[in-house]
């Protein structure tokens, strides 16, 4: 399984942005689709996940800001970010889980700043 992540960038608090990860191979297997995220000096932690039931998780800390979603027509993973916080600054990943494998695409900079 491979993972393209995009949609990164630089948004004022407050802000909305959208991120896209590209997903190809064989993803039959894939029973979760994650968004982790990495901030400076922190522990990488998931943010989202969804199953293939479209069932979402969100942590606590994005819950009510962030939306998981996927599109199986265009094999993308979708993280919708509104009202963006200065503490959203990470690197996301999007990754994606079998049972026994867990797959990360490269990282994708975003930066909440005035």
């Known amino acids: 399984v491979q993972l393209q992540a995009s949609g990164g960038g630089l948004v004022q608090p407050g802000g909305s942005l959208r991120l896209s990860c590209a997903t190809s191979?064989?993803?039959?297997?894939?029973?979760?689709w994650n968004w982790y995220r990495q901030a400076p000096g922190k522990e990488r932690d998931m943010v989202a996940r969804i199953d293939t039931h479209d069932s979402a998780y969100y942590a606590n800390s994005v819950k009510g800001r962030f939306t998981i979603s996927r599109d199986r027509f265009k094999g993308t993973l979708n993280l919708e970010m509104t009202n963006l916080k200065s503490e959203d600054t990470a690197v996301y990943y999007c990754?994606?889980?079998?049972?026994?494998?867990?797959?990360w695409g490269q990282g994708t900079q975003v930066t909440v700043s005035t």
């Open positions: 191979g064989n993803t039959v297997t894939i029973i979760y």
């Open positions: 990754t994606a889980q079998s049972r026994d494998k867990h797959y």
